[in-house]
């Protein structure tokens, strides 16, 4: 390792359970992209996605929230010459309640099942999270569900879609191919990857594995019998990587195709973007169970103000738009591209106040939060339960 990439390794660390920037500092994308190796998505990318789909670009596309991917273009090859593909995404279930963080790979990942018409597994894992956050088996395969609740509530559609959790469903043909993946890597390979210690228990050490084989067809057999050839497409944040240059490496040498990666950024938390977002600090994000007031609240006192510090100051030089969280968190939830324009216009010449900009956040999230709320009420038992049935879906393709 030069001595220029050893200083790259201090400056940031990115990967599943550490998100820290150097200094306090931002995250720098383009060197993450350097150092993992991924490839930035460009413009003529997403006018392909436009062209084949039929439907206007999702606004984490058009506004770089999905910034980054690894072969998305053989996706789109293998799509445009007929051949579909299938999606993959999960959510380790540590806590009961997500924050709009949570939420982003799943909303990205609805517009691409409705874009494509394509089926979806969606793996909770559970089995990582009572390793990784000292739960018991039975209070993470409970939050295991109620986190299911979560995302069946973002719109999936029940016939191109299969929920499990690893604590049911890992064993056959999925525990088959993570026995193949065990086999392609050494101990010092994962430690390299992931930067375990010799203190780290075994459990950690071989669960790369199992998030790993998911992006296999043949890991589910009941949907995929005889469809060796399918490729896989996995929309996720860039801190989950790690795990798919492990898999794309050890793919060919087990006889799959490697899967391919759309990456976003991540979501920042309320006090900045040098500040990640904690589930032991309440304040630092907005839950999807918190109420109206709450919201408006949190913004007004937390929401970190790029304005300036006095009201004559702010008329004279504006907001500074790089630092402020209402105009971030507005670029990622606020759908129309002319009103955000016209909303960073104002705000920048200083035409427009701190407190208006977060009034509009304020009633963006609160709206998008309602909704999310009214729809995992609705989400019953049974609901959950056919979601996650291991069973055949005949219309997943049509």
Not at 285 to 306: L, M, R
Request: glycine residues 6%; aromatic residues 12%.
């Amino acid at each position: 390792m030069g001595e220029e990439e050893l200083e790259q390794e201090q400056e940031q660390v990115v990967n599943p359970w550490e998100v820290s920037a150097k200094d306090g500092g931002k995250i720098d994308y383009d060197k993450l992209i350097d150092k993992f190796g991924c490839q930035r998505l460009d413009q003529s990318l997403i006018d392909r996605v436009h062209r084949l789909t039929g439907s206007p670009p999702h606004v984490f596309l058009r506004r770089g929230v999905f910034f980054a991917h690894r072969d998305f273009n053989e996706i789109l090859d293998a799509y445009e010459g007929g051949k579909k593909f299938y999606l993959y995404t999960g959510r380790g279930p540590s806590s009961q309640s997500l924050h709009l963080g949570h939420l982003i790979p799943f909303m990205f990942t609805k517009y691409l099942q409705e874009a494509f018409k394509v089926p979806l597994v969606i793996q909770l894992t559970d089995d990582e999270k009572c390793m990784w956050k000292n739960l018991s088996v039975e209070e993470s395969k409970r939050l295991a569900r109620e986190n299911a609740r979560d995302i069946i509530a973002c719109g999936f559609d029940i016939t191109r879609t299969f929920i499990f959790q690893d604590f049911e469903y890992v064993g056959g043909s999925f525990y088959n191919n993570m026995v193949k993946v065990e086999k392609c890597v050494t101990y010092n390979k994962v430690v390299g990857i992931f930067g375990f210690s010799g203190e780290d228990h075994i459990g950690k050490v071989s669960f790369p594995a199992v998030q790993a084989v998911p992006s296999f067809p043949s890991s589910f057999p009941h949907l995929f019998s005889g469809k060796d050839d399918l490729r896989c497409l996995i929309p996720c944040a860039i801190d989950q990587d790690p795990y798919f240059r492990m898999t794309r490496d050890v793919a060919p040498r087990i006889g799959y195709h490697k899967p391919s990666l759309i990456e976003s950024s991540f979501f920042p938390a309320l006090q900045g973007e040098t500040g990640k977002m904690s589930a032991s600090d309440p304040n630092s994000a907005i839950y999807v169970t918190d109420s109206a007031k709450e919201i408006k609240n949190k913004i007004n006192k937390h929401a970190f103000s790029g304005g300036q510090d006095s009201l004559e100051k702010h008329r004279k030089y504006g907001a500074n738009l790089e630092v402020d969280i209402p105009i971030k968190y507005l670029n990622f939830f606020l759908e129309d591209d002319d009103e955000l324009e016209h909303i960073k216009k104002e705000y920048a010449a200083g035409r427009m106040l701190t407190g208006e900009a977060k009034k509009r956040l304020a009633e963006v999230l609160t709206e998008l939060v309602e909704r999310h709320r009214l729809a995992r009420s609705a989400v019953t038992d049974e609901m959950v339960d056919a979601f996650m049935a291991v069973r055949p879906l005949p219309n997943m393709f049509d």
